[in-house]
């Protein structure tokens, strides 16, 4: 199984993404569950290393190099997600699907 953190603001709409996308990948029957956490607890959360794959909503992009230092320094990619990949309906969903299998490591 992988596993992938979004890491949002607060920790709410990321929430009903990671629920969501876990949802379709479950339909789908792909192997993939999808997780989320605020930004405050991000970096301690990359270097854990309990998860293959961080993607970063759009409300913290702000934090983004920080993020991907910790990606760097653990071996693990951080990936941005963009708008249109970021809306709790199905073309949303999909695109935040595809970005995941795109970028996750083998």
């Known amino acids: 199984m992988k596993k992938i953190l979004i890491i949002c603001a607060a920790g ?9 996308t876990t ?9 993939i569950v999808v997780d989320a956490t605020t930004a405050t607890e991000g970096t ?3 270097e854990t290393r309990d998860f293959d794959l961080f993607i970063i909503s759009p409300q913290t ?5 920080q993020f991907a230092e910790a990606g760097a320094r653990v ?9 249109q990949a970021y809306i709790p309906i199905p ?3 999909e695109k935040l699907a ?5 970028n996750l490591p083998n």
């Open 44 to 46: 301690k959360a990359i």
């Open 12 to 20: 709410m709409s990321s929430s009903v993404m990671a629920q969501k």
């Open 98 to 102: 595809k970005l995941i299998t795109d």
């Open 61 to 65: 992009k702000m934090y983004f190099k």
């Open 23 to 31: 949802d379709y990948f479950k339909q789908k029957v792909i192997d």
């Open 91 to 93: 073309s949303g969903i």
């Open 75 to 83: 071996g693990k990619p951080v990936v941005e997600i963009p708008f």
